[in-house]
C-alpha cells in the first residue's frame, strides 16, 4: 500500500548542519558518512511506490551530487522549494520531481494540507480543520510578540 511521506530540511552535503544540528546529527563527523546513513534510513522507510513530500532545503550541495542523491531515494518526490535549494536546482535535477512548487495544498483521506517551507500564522482552510507543515526553524520557531 502506498504511503505519504513529509520531510524537510534534509541539509544533504551541508557540513556545518552536523554542529548547527547536534541532535539529530549525533555521532557523525563527516558529512559523506551522513549522507549515507540518511539514504539508507531514507531507503529503509520508504517505498518506490510512496509519496514524499520535501518541504525544502533538501540538499547544500551541487547539482551533479545532489542528483547522485536524489536518484538513489526511494518514492515518488514532489519539492517545495526552500531558500537554500536554488544552489542545485537545474533541468536535470528537477526532472527527478514530481512537482515542485513554492507552496502547494494537498487533500489527504479528505483532509486539506498545506505544505510550505516557511511557517505560515494563518494558512488556506485554516479555521475549517486543515493542516499546515512546514519546516526551516530547526525547532527554533520564535514567539509571537504582541504589543
Known sequence: ME?????SDN???HKNVLSFCPETRQGFTDINLLNE??????????NHTDTVYCL???SFGNAKVTLEIITRLNGQLNLVEGNHDHRWLNNET???FRDIRA???VKIQGKTVVLSH???REWDGMHQGSY???GHVHGNLPGIGLS
Open 56 to 58: 525544502g532545503d533538501f
Open 94 to 96: 528537477k526532472k527527478r
Open 132 to 134: 499546515h507543515l512546514y
Open 37 to 46: 546513513a540518511m539514504i539508507e534510513k531514507w531507503n529503509s522507510t520508504v
Open 118 to 120: 516557511y511557517p505560515m
Open 11 to 13: 541539509h544533504f552535503c
Open 3 to 7: 504511503k505519504i511521506w513529509f520531510t
Open 103 to 105: 507552496y502547494r495544498r
